[in-house]
């Protein structure tokens, strides 16, 4: 992951009127706040990564951004208008996708049937296949990966290459903003490069990306802008010059509350060993009873 160049990740800081702005946005299940006062400005061109841990309110957020669930406090503002989305379609019609975990592809279909799915071409009442393979195959070589089988199935693609069709047909179909919902988390390390690398084109396609993860050291290497959520609040928001990899993975990793384990782990010797002898049936030590009172204990 480290041979990732970190010069690819450049500063958006200073783009036009923000794709996407969350103000203020709040989620209630009726006395459950899964979000409070969370802000996050999405811009053309940057990636904005949202850390945190389970629980804190991450899978929320998709939902709300990308139409399956409305917000109940705050603005959202697309383009610099409110919205409130109706349903998934609603958002995908302006310009926002999602790439989910499981990337909503069928695994036994072929590439292109994927990379079109519900979306295909028709020439009358037939599908232009031609067509379809042809803009499949030139939209994943403008993300850097060629198959050279479009008709295998996506289902025996690595888990990189997956990613990478997922993403293409989001670029294809008019995404201004793309969701990478934990993209790298069933992924080992050189495929985690590979889907890193297509993040970093979508960007310098003209994309807003939302980078979901919980893996600080992923999210520093193409990161322009961090957030990251604990119980449903922000507890960071900064841009890439504002703080360095190892500030990152602290406030992930708890912060003030790992300082305080630390500090009452002090007294603790993380070197001292009980030996087998020691320690018997119940917690009871050797030298204090003798065999017939073990067996005894046994028969209990």
């Not at 103000?23 to 209630?28: H, M």
């Not at 903003?177 to 992924?187: G, H, K, N, S």
């Not at 993380?270 to 204090?288: E, F, L, M, R």
């Amino acid at each position: 992951m480290s041979t990732l160049d970190e010069t690819m990740v450049g500063t958006a800081r200073d783009s036009e009127t923000p794709v996407l702005e969350l103000d203020d946005i709040g989620k209630s299940y009726g006395n459950v706040h899964a979000l409070r006062g969370v802000n996050i400005t999405v811009r053309q061109g940057e990636v904005t990564c949202v850390l945190g841990d389970n629980g804190a309110g991450k899978s929320t957020l998709i939902k709300i951004v990308a139409g399956l669930h409305d917000y109940t406090e705050g603005t959202m503002k697309v383009n610099g208008e409110t919205r409130r989305f109706a349903s998934p379609r609603a958002a995908q019609s302006i310009g926002i996708a999602t790439v989910y975990q499981d990337l909503a592809l069928a695994p036994l279909m072929s590439v292109w049937r994927n990379f079109f799915l519900a979306n295909e071409i028709r020439k009358g009442p037939f599908l232009d296949i031609p067509t379809m393979k042809r803009v499949c195959g030139e939209e994943l070589t403008k993300m850097g990966i060629v198959i050279p089988d479009l008709d295998r199935p996506v289902g025996g693609l690595s888990g990189g290459q997956r990613q990478c069709v997922a993403i293409a047909r989001a670029i294809y179909f008019g995404a201004r903003v793309v969701i990478l919902d934990e993209p790298t988390a069933a992924l080992g390390v050189k495929q985690s490069g590979v889907v890193l690398k297509y993040i970093v084109k979508a960007r310098d396609a003209g994309l807003g990306v939302i980078f979901i993860t919980h893996n600080p050291h992923h999210a520093y290497l193409v990161g322009n802008h961090f957030v990251i959520l604990k119980l449903g609040r922000v507890v960071l928001d900064a841009h890439r010059d504002e703080l360095t990899l190892e500030q990152l993975t602290a406030e992930m990793a708890g912060g003030q509350e790992l300082a305080e384990l630390s500090h009452e782990l002090r007294a603790v010797d993380p070197g001292k060993v009980v030996t087998p002898h020691a320690v018997q049936h119940g917690g009871v030590d050797a030298p204090d009873i003798n065999t017939g009172e073990i067996r005894a204990i046994e028969e209990i």
